[in-house]
């Protein structure tokens, strides 16, 4: 006698049929994950220079300035300025270190 192969699954057609009805039910519960993930869109904030949307107030201000070409962050060393506190410290290093 050959050897069977092992079953995967032990479940009867009964049970495979409860589990997927189980199944569905619970989708139709993600349906309220679904309209505050759409409320979520509504608050995002849009740039006027581009129409680029951003989910944070902070994101966009930040993608403001490439607009307004403003740079806050002003390097001590040679007083250039950069958009970004990370691209200063890039600077820094690269430059004064
Ligand atoms: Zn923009
Ligand atoms: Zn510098």
Same mark, same amino acid.
Request: hydrophobic fraction near 20%; charged fraction near 30%; include cysteine.
């Given at each position: 006698? *050959? *050897?069977?192969?092992? *079953? ?18 619970k989708?139709?519960s993600?349906a ?6 759409r409320?979520? +869109?509504?608050i995002?904030h +849009?740039? *006027? ?15 403001i300035?490439?607009?307004?070409? +403003?740079?806050p962050?002003?390097?001590d ?9 990370d691209?200063l ?5 690269s +430059?004064?270190?």
């Open positions: 006698m *050959p *050897p069977s192969p092992i *079953p995967v699954y032990s479940y009867s057609d009964d049970d495979v049929r409860n589990l997927r009805m189980s199944l569905s039910s989708s139709s993600s309220s994950m679904l309209t505050s993930q409320s979520l +869109e509504n995002r +849009e740039c *006027p220079y581009c129409r680029r949307q951003f989910r944070r107030k902070h994101d966009l201000q930040r993608h300035r490439l607009h307004t070409g +403003e740079r962050y002003r390097c060393n040679c007083s250039k300025s950069f958009y970004r506190t691209a410290v890039r600077h820094v290093r +430059e004064h270190l």
